[in-house]
């Protein structure tokens, strides 16, 4: 028959497929025997067959289950882009992507790979669950008992973004800092992890991310840092917030010149004083890591490529793709929004010792964030990025800017920010800049009723002629509006504090005004 079916003879002949069936052969004993069937081939969603389904002439149905995954009771409504097998400091290529994701793209999603930045297309405007984690931070070498080092453990990053059909991301997945074996290197005992690479999500031709998760820190060649909750060890996991980590050393003499952090996008910096052995700060959105001495093994930011610092010589390790820092004798920083520090090591100034890398920094600009560790912290573990449409998720319609429990005539800290809204579902993302400043991200085009409430004056104290009291401040105004937002705006938003009560003590305590509100 059509399609590929064998004629027969004595015998039947075997039926046509994906891989044809045998013909029957003719024994001198035996006039019978019946042909072997043809092979399916199965690809698509959730694919499924039956034997001996049908009799008489085939046929294909084609039938409409719905517009979105959902609809058409898909489950599989999620592409999780990796590394794509690549390894060190330069990300994949086109055709291991396309390999890489050919069964798993339900969407026909993935687009291209262009010097190791992958592109997505959103097939259905709507909301999507955006998920990132960077690579880890790369183990090292120990000094003198053969003993591996771990690095630092990257954040996993998830918000809500609302896109539309059509729109292109554009993908860096972070790829994990390497070590080097004093096993393979003659002559090297004391071998620092490199930086792990940070995993960043923005939409082509913008200059403003939408989600980005730090790399950790690279190990120092000491086990001062082994453990976690060792004080040595409390800088090296990916950052909580947009700034890098600063390194940090072990030291006889007080912690001194270790690399610092990037703050706004910035990279991480490499120790400035004279040795052959500090770690590669890491790289940042806006800049590449500043190493004064051995400028290669800082990682790069997203204008350089995202590539990972160089090794310095053969002993030494690659940073990760993502901006992650090279290890030398101390460990990289990791690539993130802003750069982690890298490690210092030997300085006779201060008997400084041992270093590893700072983390890199996060960054959101969706809703209803959520940030927990990752969960596989194993050797040479790269990071992902996951998209999933999420079309039932609603966002919250509004929410409050609080002082994040800030008082007196400076702002909240970065802490206080980040905790004021951990149980908190916000329509839009808050992040904290280093002058007490709230930073909101608009996660949906469309008018936002905004009203602001300025803070009262602080209560004065009265206590003269042994008559005492209390006379009360002004109150704090009330204003509105209706704006037009788009999606990615940033607004920076100042939130007053009330005016103190005065303690009553010091020059002439019976009278003493309150502080103004902010």
């Given at each position: 028959g059509f399609g590929g079916g064998g004629g027969a003879s004595m015998e039947g002949g075997g039926g046509g497929g994906f891989s044809g069936g045998n013909g029957a052969t003719a024994y001198s004993s035996y006039r019978y025997g019946p042909g072997g069937g043809g092979g399916s081939y199965l690809s698509g969603i959730e694919p499924n067959s039956q034997r001996g389904a049908n009799y008489g002439d085939g046929s294909v149905l084609f039938e409409w289950v719905g517009e979105t995954a959902q609809e058409a009771g898909v489950a599989n409504n999620t592409l999780v882009l990796t590394s794509c097998a690549a390894a060190g400091l330069a990300g994949p290529d086109n055709q291991a992507c396309h390999s890489t994701y050919n069964k798993s793209d339900v969407f026909g999603m993935f687009q291209q790979a262009q010097d190791g930045v992958q592109e997505v297309r959103i097939p259905v405007t709507g909301w999507y669950n955006i998920s990132a984690q960077g690579g880890e931070g790369g183990y090292s070498y120990g000094r003198t008992d053969s003993t591996s080092y771990e690095g630092g453990r990257a954040r996993n990053i998830?918000?809500?973004?609302?896109?539309?059909?059509?729109?292109?991301?554009?993908?860096?997945?972070g790829q994990s800092g390497e070590h080097r074996a004093e096993c393979c290197v003659s002559n090297q005992f004391n071998l620092g992890g490199s930086g792990g690479g940070g995993s960043f999500v923005w939409i082509k031709n913008s200059t403003t991310p939408l989600l980005v998760s730090g790399g950790g820190g690279g190990a120092s060649s000491s086990g001062y840092n082994v453990n976690s909750g060792n004080q040595y060890g409390k800088y090296r996991d990916g950052s909580l917030f947009t700034m890098g980590a600063r390194a940090y050393e072990y030291t006889t003499s007080g912690s001194c010149f270790e690399g610092i952090g990037g703050a706004g996008g910035k990279g991480g910096t490499s120790p400035s004083f004279v040795d052959s052995g500090h770690g590669g700060g890491g790289g940042g959105?806006?800049?590449?890591?500043?190493?004064?001495?051995?400028?290669?093994?800082?990682?790069?930011?997203?204008?350089?490529?995202?590539?990972?610092?160089?090794?310095?010589?053969?002993?030494?390790?690659e940073g990760g793709f993502g901006?992650?820092?090279s290890g030398m004798r101390q460990g990289g920083g990791g690539g993130g929004f802003s750069g982690g520090g890298g490690g210092a090591d030997y300085s006779q100034s201060c008997s400084s010792w041992w270093g590893y890398g700072g983390g890199g920094g996060l960054y959101s600009a969706g809703v209803d964030t959520n940030i927990v560790f990752a969960t596989d912290h194993s050797k040479y573990t790269n990071g992902f990025v996951r998209i999933e449409y999420a079309p039932t998720y609603?966002?919250?319609?509004?929410?409050?800017v609080t002082t994040a429990a800030g008082g007196g005539a400076t702002g909240p800290a970065a802490q206080q920010i980040m905790d004021a809204y951990k149980a908190v579902r916000l329509p839009f993302n808050v992040t904290a800049l280093p002058?007490?400043?709230q930073q909101i991200h608009i996660a949906q085009t469309g008018?936002?009723?905004?009203?602001?409430?300025?803070?009262?004056?602080?209560?004065?104290?009265y206590n003269y002629f042994d008559t005492n009291g209390n006379y009360y401040p002004g109150i704090g105004a009330k204003a509105w509006g209706s704006f037009y937002l788009r999606e990615g705006d940033t607004l920076d938003v100042v939130v007053g504090q009330t005016g103190q009560m005065s303690n009553g003590f010091g020059y002439a305590p019976y009278l003493c005004g309150g502080g103004g509100g902010g």
């Open positions: 998830s918000s809500f973004f609302y896109l539309t059909a059509g729109t292109v991301l554009q993908v860096v997945v959105w806006f800049a590449d890591g500043l190493c004064l001495q051995y400028r290669p093994v800082c990682g790069l930011g997203r204008t350089s490529g995202f590539f990972g610092g160089r090794a310095q010589q053969t002993a030494y390790s901006g992650g820092g609603q966002a919250p319609a509004a929410a409050t002058n007490g400043t008018f936002y009723k905004l009203t602001a409430y300025g803070a009262s004056g602080g209560t004065s104290r």
